[in-house]
């Protein structure tokens, strides 16, 4: 079994910062790609920013500038630094691991964290 865990949300106000991270741990063989996830109430869950293995970023528009993915392979973890936040960033995020585990090696499957809530207001 792989289970991730994330923590690091909360509420800030405009202009605030938060890190989020998020530790994968169990029968992992292999990590590959990682990323962050935000879902606000109504709306469909969007991709926020993404590392490959091999360590290349992308982000979403919204997020570009103000966003920092990072990974640490040897903690098997992914961090989401987040400055200049906007009340537009209020979403539970989710962080997204896709690992090929000890069980099946053939197969990689993407695991999901729990959330995190992150409240951006005054």
Do not use: H
Not at 20 to 25: D, G, K, V
Request: proline residues 3%; contains cysteine.
């Amino acid at each position: 079994q792989v289970q991730l865990v994330e923590s690091g949300g909360g509420l800030v106000q405009p202009g605030g910062s938060l890190r989020l991270s998020c530790a994968a741990s169990g029968n992992i063989f292999r990590i590959n790609d990682m990323g962050w996830y935000r879902q606000a109430p109504g709306k469909q869950r969007e991709l926020v920013a993404t590392v490959t293995s091999g360590g290349s970023t992308n982000y979403a528009d919204s997020v570009k500038g103000r966003f920092t993915i990072s990974r640490d392979n040897a903690k098997n973890m992914v961090y989401l630094q987040m400055n200049s936040l906007k009340p537009e960033d209020t979403a539970v995020y989710y962080c997204k691991v896709w690992v090929v585990s000890t069980a099946d090696l053939r197969y990689p499957y993407a695991y999901w964290g729990q959330g995190t809530q992150v409240t951006v207001s005054s």
